[in-house]
């Protein structure tokens, strides 16, 4: 039986937008509801993978939700992500990053199940949604994939962004792409965190919709669509 890890990074030292991750909407910081969405992902190991000077401020989030912390390397992240596979033995990893407080529980859920369904006769290494809106997805990575890509990558580019290494190079690596699910397809909509200007939209996003769970992404694309709640 095949053993998941959805793996979450985060550190605090963002230099466009310092601790992004600790932001509260509608009274909860930024990296909570990421964890809260994430939840929704069935899996074995639900992990905060973070660096040493980050771990203080985030573990109590972590513990709250249900998450175990993991230290690793601040800048090499590829590393911390090798480490945290062999510290909790998993076999597939799901990825994603802590400034993102839409993450999609639900599309993480399916991905999840697609990858299942076809890893073994495809030997998919790399799976990820097309058409989701930016900052609203995860990844889904063999983990022997991500371990053979620890040893080979040498950019630093490479390194901090963990995953590019194995969809550029699809000679080594299988990747499935598939097309997100017709109601979560809004490739234009960003709901990522980088900015001021973002994390203003965002305010506007959670003071109209959230209701104490996860907002989910047809519900935000939907109720986007129909009342025009800002979110371009």
Not at 24 to 43: D, F, I, Q, T
Not at 211 to 221: D, E, H
Request: charged letters at 25%; hydrophobic letters at 35%.
């Amino acid at each position: 039986m095949s053993r998941v890890g959805v793996f979450l990074q985060v550190r605090l030292d963002s230099t466009r937008l310092p601790q992004k991750a600790l932001l509260p909407l509608s009274g909860k910081p930024v990296v909570e509801l990421a964890m809260e969405a994430l939840k929704k992902v069935p899996a074995d190991v639900y992990a905060l993978v973070t660096d040493r000077d980050s771990y203080q401020a985030l573990s109590g989030y972590a513990d709250a939700v249900g998450f175990e912390t993991f230290l690793g390397p601040k800048d090499d992240v590829l590393q911390r992500y090798a480490d945290a596979i062999k510290y909790f033995q998993v076999d597939t990893v799901i990825r994603a990053t802590g400034d993102n407080p839409l993450v999609s529980g639900e599309c993480g859920a399916l991905l999840l199940e697609l990858y299942t369904q076809n890893c073994e006769e495809y030997r998919i290494d790399y799976s990820g949604f097309d058409g989701l809106p930016v900052g609203t997805g995860v990844e889904c990575v063999r983990a022997e994939a991500l371990l053979r890509a620890n040893r080979e990558a040498e950019s630093s580019y490479d390194r901090e962004h963990v995953c590019p290494y194995l969809y550029n190079h699809p000679d080594f690596f299988k990747v499935y792409r598939p097309v997100a699910p017709k109601e979560c397809f809004f490739p234009k909509m960003r709901v990522t965190l980088d900015t001021d200007q973002d994390y203003r939209r965002l305010q506007t996003i959670f003071n109209t919709l959230y209701s104490g769970k996860p907002i989910t992404t047809r519900q935000l694309i939907r109720e986007i669509s129909q009342h025009h709640v800002i979110a371009g």
